[in-house]
């Protein structure tokens, strides 16, 4: 497989248990429940095993919140079962702490947990009531589990700034990536946008005590370490992503979509393919010479 195309991502579902504001929709959104979206478990089966059988050695399953979806743990088992090498979910953490030693069993490798604060009051505002405690006993029941763990961080000016070096210090003493994220102006209003935008890289070069790391192969993160640091820091702008995401990443949503491109642009339907291996094939040919 061309390496440009080794990271599979797919959308399990559009349903969430919290939320949080600033991912809200501006206009209305009709959420599919999983018995209405167009692409079911055998679907996504039959993507997992096209992919595989192309060299895919990364997945990762998202949402919505994965978590949620009915079928997580039988979909993590059949992506170890087809040769898949590197499983991630990227969740909020809420329940995963129960749940965490159970998907590491049947192959999950990597969690990507999205907390954008370390305060209890400022949590339960942005996402509407959920538990930090239990996004807390998650990070640690990965770190126990020997899970690769990231933390994300969508860096918010008046809102979280404060605590991004609180952020940063937990890489200090744990096996771990925190990332912090600039804000993305699609789907946000103008206002929230304009008023919270952060300029990572500016923030970056005023912080001491910070060099930069190596970084990884075609990630759209660029990755910090603090001095004797055991993890690492990573920022993720809104020009990196909007530039890397496109030539590293296939996404295909519970709709039954796929895109390969920035700001889900080059969509194709393939719900009505997927019992065509010629016919996804020629997509694909098409798709990865285009790139």
């Not at 497989?1 to 501006?26: A, C, F, G, Q």
């Not at 004797?228 to 990573?234: K, S, T």
Request: proline share 2%; with cysteine.
């Amino acid at each position: 497989m061309d390496e440009h195309l080794s990271y599979l991502r797919l959308i399990l579902t559009e349903e969430n248990n919290y939320p949080v504001m600033y991912s809200k929709p501006i206009h209305d959104v009709k959420i599919l429940s999983q018995e209405e979206q167009s692409m079911k478990l055998e679907d996504y089966k039959k993507i997992i095993n096209f992919f595989s059988k192309r060299e895919l050695k990364k997945i990762k399953f998202v949402g919505g919140e994965p978590l949620l979806y009915k079928h997580l743990d039988e979909l993590v088992l059949y992506a170890k079962e087809s040769g898949i090498e590197e499983i991630g979910i990227t969740t909020n953490g809420i329940g995963l702490g129960t749940r965490i030693l159970d998907l590491k069993k049947a192959g999950l490798t990597h969690v990507n947990i999205s907390l954008d604060s370390l305060k209890e009051y400022k949590y339960q505002a942005l996402t509407g009531g959920a538990n930090l405690k239990e996004v807390f006993i998650s990070i640690d029941a990965c770190q126990a589990a020997g899970i690769n763990l990231k933390i994300n961080c969508v860096a918010i000016k008046d809102f979280n700034d404060d605590e991004l070096i609180d952020f940063m210090r937990l890489t200090i003493n744990n096996n771990m990536d925190v990332r912090l994220i600039e804000l993305l102006p699609h789907n946000l209003n103008k206002h929230v946008y304009e008023r919270g935008y952060m300029d990572l890289k500016e923030y970056m070069e005023n912080t001491e005590d910070i060099y930069r790391s190596e970084d990884e192969n075609l990630s759209v993160t660029e990755y910090f370490k603090i001095n004797g640091a055991i993890g690492r820091v990573g920022i993720i702008t809104t020009d990196s992503r909007e530039y890397k995401e496109d030539l590293r990443r296939i996404n295909i949503s519970n709709r039954g979509y796929m895109n390969v491109g920035s700001l889900q642009e080059n969509e194709y339907f393939i719900k009505p393919d997927l019992d065509n291996e010629d016919k996804l094939e020629d997509l694909f040919y098409n798709i990865t010479s285009n790139i």
